[in-house]
C-alpha cells in the first residue's frame, strides 16, 4: 500500500525550476533513499512535501489525503515530518525542554509531553543529556536531538536531510543503527544522503535526482551501476 503519492511536483524559483515533474510513489513502511549533485532538489523537494513551500505545480497526496498546500503544522499533524540540514534547537533550553515542545503536539497535558519526551530522549539515547542545555551538545548529540524532536511528533513517514553530515566515520555507524530502528518501529523514512555508504546500508529503493528530475529510481544496486548515475554524481571512482 502507497503511503506517499507526488505527482508532476514542481517548484520554480524565478527562472530556476527547482523541482521538476517529479512522481514518485513511497510504500508504507518503505526506506527510499535520494541522492543527487549540490542543487539537485532534494532539499527543496521536501520543503514541498512538509508544507514549508507551496508548489508551483502538482500535487502531494499523503495517506489518502491531499495535502498540497498544507502549513506545515498541519502536514506534520497528519504524520509527515522532516529534519533540516541545519539544526535549530533552542540552544539555551534543556534537550528535555526542546523535545517537549515538539511532544506538546501530540499530548495536551505537560506531564504526558514531558513523559513522552523522556521516552524519545531514551529512544535516541541522549539519556544522559536531559538536563543539558542543547547548545553544549557535541555534533553527534545534536543529531540525536534533530531526531528526537522529529520522533516526538510521532511520524507515519519521516524525511532526514542530511543527518549524517558533518560526523566522523566512528559517529555514523550508530546512527545508522538508530535510523535502521526507526524504521524497523513501523515508520517510514524517505533519507537524503550524501555518504554512500550509509544510503546503501540503509536504502530499500534508490531515487537519483538530477537539476530537479528523476534521474534514475529503483533497485540501490542496478540503480548504482547506471552510466547516467555514474556520470552525474557518483563518478567512475565509485562504479
Ligand atoms: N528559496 C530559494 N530561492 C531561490 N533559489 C532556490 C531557493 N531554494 C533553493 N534554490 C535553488 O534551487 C536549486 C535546488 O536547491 P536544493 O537546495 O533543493 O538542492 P539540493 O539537492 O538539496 O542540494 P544540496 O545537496 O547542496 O543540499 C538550487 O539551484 C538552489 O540554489
Do not use: C
Not at 514542481?10 to 527510499?32: C, M, N, Y
Not at 539555551?92 to 504526558?112: G, T
Not at 545534536?142 to 566515520?169: F, I, N, Q, T, Y
Amino acid at each position: 500500500m502507497s503511503l506517499l503519492q507526488v505527482e508532476d511536483l514542481t517548484k520554480s524559483f524565478a527562472g530556476l525550476t527547482a523541482v521538476d515533474s517529479v512522481d514518485v510513489t513511497v510504500a508504507d513502511r518503505e526506506f527510499l533513499g535520494i541522492i543527487g549533485p549540490n542543487g539537485a532538489g532534494k532539499t527543496t523537494l521536501f520543503s514541498l512535501l512538509a508544507g514549508q513551500l507551496p508548489p508551483t505545480r502538482g500535487r502531494v497526496v499523503f495517506d489518502g489525503r491531499d495535502i498540497t498546500g498544507w502549513s506545515p503544522a498541519k502536514v506534520a499533524d497528519a504524520g509527515l515530518v522532516r529534519t533540516f540540514q541545519l539544526m535549530r534547537p533552542f540552544e539555551s533550553m534543556s534537550v528535555l525542554d526542546n523535545v517537549a515542545i515538539a511532544a506538546h503536539h501530540r499530548h495536551r497535558s505537560r506531564k504526558a509531553a514531558r513523559r513522552h519526551a523522556l521516552e524519545v530522549i531514551d529512544r535516541v539515547q541522549l539519556d544522559r543529556y536531559v538536563h543539558s542545555p542543547s547548545g553544549s551538545l557535541p555534533t553527534a548529540g545534536l543529531k540525536r536531538l534533530e531526531l528526537a524532536r522529529a520522533l516526538a511528533l510521532e511520524p507515519r513517514l519521516l524525511l532526514l536531510d542530511e543527518v549524517l553530515a558533518g560526523l566522523v566515520p566512528a559517529e555514523r555507524a550508530p546512527i545508522i543503527e538508530l535510523l535502521r530502528e526507526i524504521h524497523a518501529d513501523g515508520v517510514t523514512v524517505m533519507f537524503v544522503e550524501h555518504i554512500m555508504a550509509a544510503v546503501m546500508a540503509l536504502s530499500e529503493r534508490l531515487l537519483v535526482m538530477a537539476e530537479g528530475r528523476e534521474l534514475a529510481l529503483g533497485d540501490p544496486q542496478q540503480v548504482i551501476a547506471d552510466p547516467r548515475v555514474i556520470e552525474a554524481y557518483l563518478g567512475e571512482d565509485y562504479a
